[in-house]
């Protein structure tokens, strides 16, 4: 079986991602690796891969997660701390280009039976004791409901939808699912598919705001260097919504465009070619409808997008003079959204462009416009998850997971109280 | 023995068996698919018999209403796998008496009825000759069958829908309240029904 | 003797051709700018025909994972199922004038009882894993599928009615003059659609998708993974013989032999669905259910009576 050993070493290297803080973009790039394959569940993963800070009340999450991959299986950390079972044999790894390397070292001395898997940090029985009334544990209504095992049992429910008693399913995903934004955990209750209850439990780990930005609260800086955060940031939420919705190779080429970025690069070619396949009428394009104080509370792309006009960049004279309007008003929908970060994108090339060969730089240092939203000294965007408890029931998975996506929630860390 | 025979066998025993487990089984998806097995199994045989167009039909039809029969399932029971064990049989002393009856009856029926022996001429295109028989001598029977069935199903479609005559069918359907905005009138207690203990 | 004949054809076609499936998939991937090509030391994963034996054999060698209280005969069973069901599509295909390897009387019609035993495979490997991602990728797949099965018993129908006759092969006859693509043009691009959602390809994939993690096979991994994967691929092989024989064709054409420009055929479709994969985005399911009975179904009645029309004149 050896050969068939060494033809499998040549395969990329499954890996799943916790992300962590500040690890998505690297995550991003990492996509483009060729050495590794993102398996889009943890059962079909050889390494775990924890990129970033884990908060602390999300450690039980990554224990349970650690055991889900199937033994045996090796960690990778990547700027976290591992966990405490795993402390004596973890493999740390600082820089970012060694994770090919590194996961396929550990993939093949799995494969050739060199090294034992990790051993598993939970106990192996049921997460709560068994409770019931009836003779098997069950208990509620008769042969249904009640707790068997800790896991609630089926029980009738009024559908949502027209009134029908049927069963509605309730589980709970996170924190360390990709299509959610990192550290998002939710317990949900499906009626069919439909979403017809949310509680978020965890909230998504905060975003470190750009060193770019942060000089910008504090003196000028070249506004190139400004528009060019904005566009790749918004082009990486593109990407990630395009993934969603089934147009992986578009997002790994998109993926590959931001790389490569220049100031005046041009992305009609890409907006024709989303225009052309029917991205704009892909699974919840024309759903996830946000009123206008919720646009208000998340402000950034998605208040601009439903008409509201907040942009810090309109007080600054610098901008002005480089031609700059802020854009917006398409409507309050994803499809909306996504063309947003489109315009916005394409814009901030533009102006980018000008700024590289006027020099220009801002002027206005009260509040900076970052991709999340307004960012003033002291007065940070919020965490933004709780309007999914308002917008999410009622929708279908693909459409819920389409405007989780579509919409910007993490809150953005203030700087002064310590980052990882 | 030929192979034929063999294959009727082994056909007539899954069809047999795997009726018999949909009432020993504990989930009620298991049911559904155990009862399509057993279907499958009887349009195996009428493949065997020469019925080449009934036998394919007959895995096109049931496939899809056992698909449908599995998916009203899981909705009226979001069970996955049946970790939740439940009894799914009802009255089973009249079933099972009705069932023993059935058996003897049939059995009396294939054991002692004089069955005539016309084997399918050579070169015949059973194809063909069902399509005759479908649109020449029987059309006004499976014409009319068909008809019904349409009505049937569109009427099943206007029954469940909403929309009535005097509104949305949850309020149209019960007498306005004796003060405005009360109650509807003359309605029954509402008394519990009891749960006998099954699904 | 021909039994066995039979048996290897089929067997050699489904391996065959889906180690071919894997590769083109590859290279329309790095054709459209679309594979993970960076890192160091990449020219071993580049290499597209070594790429699909070698992810074959991690996945091979890959733990498998079993979740609790699962259905495992119908988990199990269900990759193993859905394999038997390409091979019996594939069987009915002939490919030449005497060789068919089962030349049932009324293969069309299996065709159209392939579709709905295939929902039920699929249903059946979203259900049995007893958890919950699965299981939304297999309903939503069911709640779904009803609407292109019709489609595609009406475009079958309207392909054998030149034929006047439920066999492949006379399908095939008929088309010595004029193939059906262009006799019935609406017919191809109708039975595509009922390809990608046979094998719940690109954008018609309700049960695996990326945000259901995986969907039916979020719990799968090693060689079950292995199993569903390659006979997902063998219904795109199988579907595309069916659809090169009832619309190309099939086996006729000039110079050649018979086999070869099946398999000409075969791959030109098969190049088809999988770019038709690559491109377009997933709708959600209400909106494909909407287009399926207000635009395809009509479509397909069209092609019925278009078709009904030029037999009859």
Redesign the interface.
């Known amino acids: 079986m050896n050969w068939l050993a060494r033809l499998a070493c040549r395969a990329p290297v499954p890996v799943y991602p916790a992300i962590g803080r500040n690890a998505l973009p690297q995550i991003q790039d990492w996509r483009l690796d060729a050495r590794l394959q993102w398996t889009r569940s943890p059962r079909q993963a050889r390494i775990l891969l924890v990129a970033g800070d884990i908060l602390p009340e999300c450690r039980p999450a990554l224990r349970r997660l650690h055991d889900q991959l199937p033994a045996p299986s090796i960690t990778l950390w990547w700027r976290s701390t591992p966990l405490a079972g795993l402390a004596d044999r973890a493999v740390v790894f600082e820089d970012a280009d060694e994770l090919g390397t590194i996961a396929g070292d550990a993939c093949r001395s799995l494969l050739l039976g060199d090294r034992q898997g990790e051993p598993n940090l939970c106990p192996d029985e049921p997460p709560a004791p068994f409770e019931g009334r009836g003779d098997h544990g069950q208990g509620g209504e008769g042969m249904m409901g009640g707790k068997p095992y800790g896991r609630p049992m089926a029980m009738t429910a009024e559908d949502l939808r027209d009134g029908l008693e049927l069963d509605p399913l309730e589980f709970s995903i996170g924190p360390f699912w990709p299509v959610l934004p990192p550290g998002l955990a939710a317990r949900l209750v499906l009626h069919g598919d439909v979403i017809a209850e949310v509680e978020i439990t965890s909230a998504p780990f905060p975003v470190d705001l750009q060193p770019v930005f942060e000089q910008a609260l504090e003196r000028p800086v070249p506004i190139a260097d400004l528009e060019m955060a904005r566009a790749r940031n918004h082009l990486r939420q593109l990407s990630h919504s395009m993934w969603l919705s089934g147009l992986e190779s578009a997002s790994l080429s998109v993926l590959r465009q931001v790389q490569a970025l220049q100031p005046h690069d041009s992305i009609s070619g890409l907006c024709e070619r989303l225009r052309r396949v029917g991205f704009f009428f892909s699974a919840g394009a024309g759903r996830g409808e946000i009123s206008l104080e919720q646009a208000e509370r998340l402000g950034g792309p998605a208040a601009r997008a439903a008409g509201l006009e907040q942009d810090a960049r309109t007080r600054d004279p610098e901008y002005r003079k480089l031609g700059f309007r802020p854009v917006g008003g398409r409507g309050n929908d994803c499809r909306a959204r996504w063309q947003q970060w489109l315009d916005e994108a394409s814009q901030a090339l533009h102006l980018a462009g000008r700024a590289r060969s006027s020099g220009a730089e801002t002027s206005y240092t009260e509040s900076v416009e970052a991709p999340r939203g307004n960012v003033q000294c002291g007065r940070y965007p919020a965490d933004a998850s709780a309007i999914l408890s308002e917008l999410l029931p009622g929708l279908e998975w693909s459409e819920a997971m389409a405007t989780i996506a579509s919409l910007d929630l993490a809150g953005v860390a203030d700087p002064g109280e310590g980052r990882a | 023995m030929t192979a034929v025979d063999l294959a009727f066998l082994l056909n007539a025993a899954i069809a047999v068996y795997s009726g018999w487990r949909v009432f020993r089984t504990d989930?009620m998806?298991?049911a559904s698919?155990l009862l399509?097995i057993s279907f499958l199994a009887v349009g195996a045989i009428m493949l065997l018999l020469g019925a080449?167009?009934l036998g394919?039909?007959i895995?096109?039809m049931m496939?899809?209403e056992?698909?449908?029969m599995?998916?009203f399932m899981?909705?009226?029971?979001?069970?996955?796998?049946?970790?939740?064990?439940?009894?799914m049989v009802h009255q089973e002393r009249i079933s099972a008496a009705a069932g023993v009856l059935a058996f003897v009856a049939l059995g009396a029926v294939a054991v002692f009825g004089e069955f005539p022996s016309r084997p399918k001429p050579e070169g015949l295109?059973?194809?063909?000759r069902l399509g005759h028989e479908l649109l020449g001598d029987s059309m006004l029977v499976f014409e009319s069958a068909g008809v019904t069935l349409l009505a049937t199903m569109i009427g099943v479609v206007v029954m469940s829908s909403?929309r009535g005559r005097y509104g949305d069918a949850?309020e149209g359907s019960v007498p306005p309240g004796l003060e405005p905005g009360g109650e509807p009138a003359g309605q029954p207690p509402d008394d519990d029904d009891e749960?006998?203990?099954?699904? | 003797m021909d039994l066995m004949l039979s048996v290897i054809a089929v067997l050699a076609t489904l391996s065959v051709g889906a180690y071919a499936v894997a590769v083109i998939d590859r290279i329309c991937g790095v054709a459209m700018g679309g594979e993970a090509t960076g890192g160091a030391g990449v020219h071993d994963r580049r290499n597209p025909f070594l790429a699909p034996l070698s992810r074959a054999a991690a996945l091979w060698l890959a733990p498998p994972h079993v979740t609790e209280a699962p259905d495992a005969a119908g988990w199990r069973l269900a990759p193993v199922l859905y394999l038997t069901l390409a091979g019996m599509g594939l069987a009915v295909v002939p490919w030449s004038e005497t060789f068919v390897p089962v030349d049932l009387a009324t293969g069309i019609v299996l065709w159209g009882a392939l579709e709905p035993l295939a929902t039920v495979l699929i249903f059946l490997h979203g259900w049995s894993p007893n958890s919950h991602l699965p299981l939304l990728g297999g309903y939503r797949y069911v709640a779904v599928g009803l609407s292109y099965i019709l489609v595609s018993m009406f475009v079958l129908i309207a392909v054998a009615l030149p034929a006047e006759s439920l066999q492949v092969s006379a399908v095939v006859e008929s088309q010595q003059e004029l193939w059906n693509v262009v006799r019935q043009p609406l017919g191809l691009p109708l039975f595509l659609i009922v390809g990608l959602g046979i094998s719940f390809w690109g954008p018609l994939d309700f049960a695996d998708s990326n945000d259901l993690a995986g969907g039916t096979s979020a719990e799968s991994s090693g060689r079950a993974l292995l199993v569903w994967q390659f006979a997902r691929i063998a219904m795109l092989v199988s579907f595309s013989a069916i659809a090169a024989s009832a619309f190309l064709g099939g086996w006729m054409g000039p110079l050649l032999p018979g086999p070869i420009w099946l398999v000409i055929k075969m791959v030109f479709i098969l190049v088809l669905l999988l770019v038709l994969g690559r491109l377009l985005p997933r709708l959600s399911p209400e909106r494909f259910m909407t287009l399926a009975w207000t635009v395809l179904l009509p479509l397909a009645f069209v092609d019925l009576v278009w078709a009904g029309l030029e037999a009859l004149s």
Do not use: T, W
Not at chain 2, 125 to 128: G, K, M, T
Not at chain 2, 195 to 199: I, M, Y
């Open positions: 989930s998806v298991r698919f399509l080449v167009y394919v039909a895995f096109f496939a899809v056992m698909m449908i599995a998916l899981v909705m009226f029971m979001m069970n996955p796998a049946g970790l939740n064990p439940m009894n295109d059973v194809v063909a909403r949850n749960e006998h203990g099954c699904h």
